[in-house]
């Protein structure tokens, strides 16, 4: 199972992002998938969530800004990320959890720098 995320890069406040997480080695339709964010000095936090049922649930900061979504066709997960602020700037990280012999395992990407600066 290997998950990468891309779609990072410098962009001015206001603009706007668009992350993908490609998946090999699972489905990612039948998965429930977040992407979490790590900016300097600060603890990861989780930013998006989408269920495989298609429930999505963002924490407050970007409510009405990021849109989480999936690709089935391409075995994708997106995060549409408009309205960026300075305060977004941080390290993307895709991520799912699979379940294997009743025991959770983490999978992440390799993260994905986003830097909201004028």
């Known amino acids: 199972v290997q998950l990468q995320a891309f779609g990072g890069g410098l962009v001015q406040p206001g603009g706007s992002l668009r992350l993908s997480c490609a998946a090999s080695?699972?489905?990612?339709?039948?998965?429930?998938m977040d992407w979490y964010r790590q900016a300097p000095g600060k603890q990861r936090e989780l930013v998006a969530a989408v269920t495989s049922a298609g429930t999505t649930n963002y924490v407050d900061s970007v409510k009405g800004r990021f849109t989480i979504s999936r690709d089935n066709d391409e075995n994708t997960v997106t995060l549409q990320m408009d309205s960026l602020k300075p305060e977004d700037t941080a390290v993307y990280y895709c991520?799912?959890?699979?379940?294997?012999?009743?025991?959770?395992?983490?999978?992440w990407g390799q993260g994905t720098l986003v830097t909201v600066s004028s």
């Open positions: 991520h799912t959890v699979l379940w294997r012999r009743g025991r959770p395992y983490d999978y």
């Open positions: 080695g699972i489905v990612l339709s039948s998965m429930d």
